[in-house]
């Protein structure tokens, strides 16, 4: 499949999200962010992060990335950075700085793009049990950030009112089940489409001859043809593409001759 159609309409996404998200600190749309603390921690700074993580996606994979690679192994030291930019913009006194000085502003779109390409890269490298490990301390950060701003009576930013800060706290939770959620139906998603039928009857195949020869070992018997060996690296069983490793392929060209595994079963 050419890869170029998907990063040119990731590359048009990102860039389309990253406008609309800078326009909002731009006049007449930045009075949205200036008078709505929803309209700033729930829309916009979402949507740069996203913008950030589609324009990544659309970078070729060969080239000046792969040279750094060995810094972000596992996805853990983009992980780590993004999960730090994210906290520091939800500082009250960060939001409060990013409304009333455009120079933050400036860096608050700059760091939260930042983010997401980092977001993009630490995903593409890492096994489902490390995104699971980041995603649910940001959900968690997310849900007890809007909870937080529910249940106060104290203004935390002095830009916004309560009203706004309790329209911020329930955007954040809506936010916080819909990352979850989301995740949690692309991960599957993604297991189910690299688990193919013919894959999961080969290995189903290879298992089961494995788990005979055993048995003939166990009662003296020496099958006729090698046995193949199933094995399945963490590495490999964590990732959401994993695939039975080097057994699979033995089980499927195994020919056991007549006093073999086969004829074992059939007696």
Known sequence: MNPW???SRSFAAGMLLAMLACALSLPPARMLIEQSMLWHMAVQMPMLVAAGSLLMRSAPTAGLLDRFTGW???GLTGFI???GIIAYWMLPLAIDRAVVLPATD???????LACGALLARAFARSVAVVQLFFLGYAVSMLGSLGLYLLGTNRRLCNAYSLES???AGVSMLILASALAIAWTGFT???REGSRGPEQGAVASRAIEVTALCDLQRDTGNRPASPCPLVSVPLADALHPRAKIAEGVGKAQDLRLEPGGVDSGVQA
């Open 5 to 7: 159609p998907l990063r």
């Open 188 to 190: 599957l998603r993604r």
């Open 165 to 167: 800060q309790f329209s």
């Open 106 to 112: 400036v860096l608050k779109i700059v760091s939260l």
């Open 72 to 74: 972000n192994a596992f």
């Open 81 to 83: 950075a993004a999960q």
